[in-house]
């Protein structure tokens, strides 16, 4: 999409509308945004609502800490830091890889 003339990339996760679950087809949607944005030097923005992807909120809360688990495709992500600008906006409860990618 374009703002004010420019574009940019949007991606969407909203864990409770898929199922509580991140299937194949939904981290490779996810994935291919990212590679396009870095391939385009566009700007990402992230929208997240209840994502998930690496634990929970309970989980955390017992253990008294958060962590990445090892993901294919998160060194992308944190290219993506230095390559590009991202702008993320957290719109619930996010945890896991959709907090570490915000």
């Known amino acids: 999409g374009r703002i004010n003339g420019r574009w940019v990339m949007i991606s969407a996760d909203d864990f ?16 291919y945004a990212d590679q396009l944005s870095l391939h385009y030097r566009i ?23 958060s962590y990445v688990p090892p993901l294919i495709g998160f060194r992308t992500i ?18 896991g890889l959709g907090a570490a990618k915000a």
């Open 78 to 95: 944190l290219r993506m830091l230095s390559e590009v600008p991202v702008c993320a906006a957290l719109l619930g409860p996010v945890v």
């Open 16 to 31: 409770t509308v898929r199922g509580g679950h991140a299937d194949g087809s939904v981290f490779r949607k996810s994935a």
């Open 43 to 65: 700007p990402m923005v992230r929208l997240h609502d209840g994502s998930s992807g690496g634990g929970s909120v309970a989980t955390y809360l017992k253990i008294g800490f």
